[in-house]
């Protein structure tokens, strides 16, 4: 035997079988997920509609989220526990629903991100950091004013004082809790929990009457082709309202011309 004939032999040798259990390669990310059913499309119309939803900024985009415990709260009181055989009995059965909802792309985690005031102040510019500055100095001026007027009320210091420091404090919070901004950032875990947590809504379904101007469009654009097979009368009236637009078109630019000689002779 040859020195080429050896080698092809021991690589014969080496070979192995490759086991083939029939089923097809799927990149990664590419893996098919499970449609979504009747009664998930339902849930998240029904949750559209009844659940209120804020807007901030994901990714410098706005986007529309909503509270996880509100969600919850608001399908225990829905039509959905309702009937001989309700969708969901128990709030565990709502957070495994909703679970499922997430995976099927409905909505997806976001994690609540304080936006700090060195953040606004480095996005904004300078006209708008000397508007803040003065709101700023006015808010505190009129703080101030109102300080005085306690230290001067009698009423106050009598018994008063406390109540109106609490309500002050109470006041103050509420400002704060206002003035606070957050943005949404990805969360890690993909999973659905009970709690202040914030959902991103990723299903946009197309509002009923954007298919009723659609299909308008559409029958407005067959029309015009069949213009041909039109009848006389309404031919020769298309054919009066396009000599009157186009007339009107020359008319406008006409005394735009106009317009701009008698500026010039009054101002040149």
């Not at 875990?189 to 009457?209: N, R």
């Amino acid at each position: 035997m040859s020195v080429e004939e050896e080698y092809f032999q021991e690589e014969e040798e080496e070979e192995t079988d490759i086991y083939d259990d029939g089923t097809e390669y799927t990149e990664p990310g590419a893996q098919k997920v499970d449609k979504p059913s009747k009664d998930e499309k339902n849930v998240a119309k029904w949750l559209k509609k009844n659940v209120k939803t804020k807007k901030t900024k994901f990714l410098s985009h706005i986007v529309e989220y909503f509270t996880s415990s509100k969600a919850i709260d608001a399908l225990m009181k829905s039509k959905f526990t309702e009937g001989s055989n309700p969708l969901f009995t128990t709030r565990e059965q709502v957070i495994e629903f909703l679970d499922v909802m997430l995976e099927h792309k409905f909505f997806h985690r976001a994690k609540k991100v304080p936006v700090t005031l060195e953040e606004i102040r480095g996005k904004s510019g300078g006209d708008k950091k000397a508007d803040k500055e003065k709101s700023q100095d006015k808010e505190k001026e009129k703080d101030k004013a109102k300080d005085d007027k306690k230290d001067t009320d009698p009423e106050g210091d009598n018994g008063q004082g406390d109540g109106g420091a609490s309500g002050n404090e109470k006041e103050k919070e509420k400002k704060e809790k206002k003035k606070r901004k957050i943005r949404l950032d990805m969360h890690p875990e993909q999973i659905f929990v009970d709690g202040s947590e914030a959902y991103v809504w990723i299903y946009d379904p197309i509002p009923l009457h954007y298919w009723i101007f659609g299909f308008i469009l559409l029958l407005g654009a067959v029309g015009i082709c069949l213009f041909p097979l039109w009848p006389p009368l309404l031919r020769k009236g298309v054919y009066y309202l396009s000599i009157t637009g186009a007339g009107f078109l020359v008319f406008i630019l006409a005394l735009t011309i106009v317009r701009l000689i008698v500026f010039i002779i009054m101002w040149g």
